[in-house]
Nanobody, 121 residues
Framework: VQLQASGGGLVQAGGSLRLSCVAS????????MGWFRQAPGKEREFVAR????????VYADSVKGRFTISKDNAKNTLYLQMNSLKPEDTAVYYC???????????????WGQGTQVTVSS
């Protein structure tokens, strides 16, 4: 399994970015996907996840209402639309894929390399 994240960059507070994560190696549509982030000096934290069917999305309270996770099975791509960005959103963002197919309790075994998001005040 390979996960390639992209789309990070430098943006002013209040701005928007869209992250992408292209997956390969397994049938993308069968696996739950997630986004995590790690700020300097902090532990990696959950941001959002989407079920393999796309019917369920879950968000961290800190991003609820501002971020939207989605996926395009035809393109094997996971997205994270980030709006109303805040300086505290600054972190390296990682995409992850579930260990098992069609699972309702994901175990994040596969990780992308991360993409840097920096939000200036």
């Amino acid at each position: 399994v390979q996960l390639q994240a992209s789309g990070g960059g430098l943006v002013q507070a209040g701005g928007s970015l869209r992250l992408s994560c292209v997956a390969s190696g397994r049938t993308f549509s069968l696996y739950s996907m997630g986004w995590f982030r790690q700020a300097p000096g902090k532990e990696r934290e959950f941001v959002a996840r989407i079920s393999w069917s796309g019917g369920t999305t879950v968000y961290a309270d800190s991003v609820k209402g501002r971020f939207t996770i989605s996926k395009d099975n035809a393109k094997n791509t996971l997205y994270l639309q980030m709006n109303s960005l805040k300086p505290e959103d600054t972190a390296v963002y990682y995409c992850a894929q579930d260990r098992l197919s069609r699972s309702s309790s994901p175990k994040w075994d596969y990780w992308g390399q991360g993409t840097q998001v920096t939000v200036s005040s």
